[in-house]
């Protein structure tokens, strides 16, 4: 299982971006995709979770403007970030609670980080 995250970059305060993370290998179901990010000097921490339904959480520091979302085929996971402040900037992590097949366990699979900056 791979998980391949994109989307980060450099955008001033205010603006937005979005991030994707598509997930792929051997999958027999995915039950939850996550975003965390972890800013220089702190411990990481959970942005936004989805799971199966649809149904969605996030942090309240980014309440009302970043949303979560995944494609129909269930395996990619968007992060939709507006309103973007100096600090949101971090590194930014998906991850995956995923049961690869009949036989094993559900457990959480990461992608490598993106780097969101938000600066004028």
């Known amino acids: 299982v791979q998980l391949q995250a994109s989307g980060g970059g450099l955008v001033q305060p205010g603006g937005s971006l979005r991030l994707s993370c598509a997930v792929s290998?051997?999958?027999?179901?995915?039950?939850?995709m996550r975003w965390h990010r972890q800013a220089p000097g702190k411990q990481r921490e959970l942005v936004a979770g989805i799971i199966s339904g649809g149904i969605t959480n996030y942090a309240d520091s980014v309440k009302g403007r970043f949303t979560i979302s995944r494609d129909n085929a269930g395996n990619t996971v968007y992060l939709q970030m507006n309103s973007l402040k100096p600090e949101d900037t971090a590194v930014y992590y998906c991850?995956?609670?995923?049961?690869?097949?009949?036989?094993?366990?559900?457990?959480?699979?990461w992608g490598q980080g993106t780097q969101v900056t938000v600066s004028s």
């Open positions: 991850s995956a609670e995923i049961k690869p097949d009949v036989f094993r366990t559900s457990r959480d699979f």
């Open positions: 290998g051997s999958i027999f179901r995915i039950n939850a």
